[in-house]
């Protein structure tokens, strides 16, 4: 398949491809490898672009998204995006017979997958912040399209193909909310850590933007697509047996498949191990930890509060180790920042095999500073009344060497 020409024909003649595309023999693997994953990273890229290197601003005031939770949140969206296209496809699926039409799982990825198109192309408007309300317009031209296909695809009357995609649309918007909320849970609750490293295997994707590369290794993409394919089957025997259970377990392992969460995270009380007592010469005052599980992915957290006088230092321990699959298909290389405005100061670089992010005001009234372990715990410390130097310090006074030769729990 030609991935312009295929862009090209369900755009501009949806009526002539979609009977090409039905009859196309294929599976999740090959529709997920050969056009998915392409056209879910331009809104994931372009907005991370648009936010993170670009920014927004307007009467004098500027906002963008620090780079570190910029890439966390790029790389949760991409895989979030291709979650919510399976979710629906099983939805569609499943609603075929209501409409008078036939159940075929494959043609109703594919409903999904190429109707979603226009949608994900307009994610390119948020290259330019001011004009990703362009993005939503173009998403409904992607209903268009699925109303077009919904006939040819799983053979509904088309007097029923109204409804259908009425219902479909609702269904999927749900599904956005749901995962959008999911994705606030790491995008938010993690902070401004950077998911990086290495996956094994070569990677055979490549999108090179101003600031780094992301790889992609669709060797891992098939993989992932035969254990959703799998789950899939499970929640459609068990939503026919009326076994909830069975049902909400089947789409956690649809999660857990996208995200490759193969790596489990530390206990919570692992983490508060690792908080001292003292920091950077203050006393702890404060501490918290926490740990949960949503669709299929953990992850556990710890913080503290240190103070002295005006001096506050605050300490987060996040690890998303639900999510550290990712790393082994999505991951960025030579991402650098050095950066200097109005007497603020960021920067972003590689120190052996961490990561580390500064952010601080030369007149000594914050600084941050994290640093992105290379077993993806990532340690953060914010100060107020405290130079960049002091925090350095501050945290060089914890073991990470320890921290980061720790050994994951097994798997159960």
Known sequence: MNLVQRVQD??????????????????????????????????????????????????????????????????VGFVLSLVAVFVLGLIANALAPTFGGTKDPVNALKLVAYGSTAGFLGGVFSLVPQLSILGLLASLYSVYLIFTGVP??????????????????????????????????????????????????????????????????????????????????????????????????????????????????????????????????????????????????AGSSARATYTGGEQQIRLSITDIGGLGGLMGFAAWANMTVDKESNGAVEKVYKQGKRTIREEYRKDGSQAEYTVVLENGLIVELQADQSSIDRVKQAISGMDLGKMESAQRPPKS
């Open 152 to 297: 040819v695809l799983m053979k509904c009357p088309k007097e029923k193909a109204v409804p259908y995609t009425a219902v479909l649309i609702v269904c999927g918007i749900v599904a956005m909310v749901i995962l959008g909320a999911l994705s606030a849970l790491f995008t938010g609750g993690a902070g401004r850590g950077m998911m990086m490293g290495g996956g094994s295997g070569s990677s055979d994707v490549s999108i090179n933007t101003p600031g780094g590369s992301v790889n992609i290794n669709t060797a891992k993409l098939d993989e992932m697509a035969k254990k959703m394919e799998a789950a899939g089957k499970r929640m459609e025997s068990a939503q026919a047996s009326g076994d909830a259970a069975a049902a909400g377990k089947a789409a956690a392992d649809i999660m857990g498949a996208m995200t490759g969460s193969t790596g489990v995270p530390f206990a919570a009380q692992d983490l508060k191990s690792w908080i001292p007592e003292k920091l950077g010469g203050l006393a702890r005052e404060s501490f918290e930890v926490q740990s949960g599980a949503a669709m299929g992915i």
């Open 10 to 75: 369900i755009l501009l003649k949806p009526k002539d491809t979609w009977p090409a595309i039905a009859t196309e023999p294929g599976d999740a693997a090959t529709i997920y490898k050969d056009y998915l994953i392409y056209l879910a990273l331009i809104p994931a890229v372009a907005g991370f672009i648009g936010m993170s290197l670009f920014g927004i601003g307007a009467f004098g005031f500027s906002i963008r998204v620090p780079i570190v939770s910029g890439l966390i949140s790029m790389v």
